[in-house]
């Protein structure tokens, strides 16, 4: 079976992206980092996520955590995608709030962030 996304469903993804993350208090910290003002733009893996909780009857989430250059160990960075050498930036999202984002689907609805 092939599913296709309908721009209809998409805007419906970043109108809750920008509901759910504005009621966590996170805009008004992403406004300052996103030079268009809006606040932070949705990741791929909210995208992935509304899609999933759609046509799957649970979600089990790998990997989602919040993004930093380095890690604890000094001097290690931390690769912003795990499949290619991209520099990362916090500039456009903010992974902290996606990952509260995340957890507050979680206590809600059958999402498993491990």
């Not at 759609?54 to 995608?81: I, L, N």
């Not at 992974?95 to 509260?100: C, P």
Request: aromatic share 14%.
């Amino acid at each position: 079976n092939t599913l296709i996304l309908s721009p209809d469903f998409m805007m419906a993804a970043v109108d809750l992206w920008y509901k759910v993350s504005a009621d966590l208090g996170g805009l008004d910290a992403c406004r300052k980092l996103n030079r268009h003002g809006k606040g932070c733009k949705p990741t791929t893996g909210w995208y992935a996520l509304a899609f999933a909780s759609q046509v799957c009857e649970e979600v089990h989430m790998y990997g989602f955590s919040g993004w930093r250059k380095h890690t604890r160990d000094k001097g290690k960075k931390a690769p912003y995608h795990y499949f290619d050498g991209e520099t990362g930036t916090t500039g456009v999202h903010s992974f902290d709030l996606s990952l509260r984002v995340y957890k507050t689907f979680a206590e809600q609805y059958p999402i498993y962030l491990h």
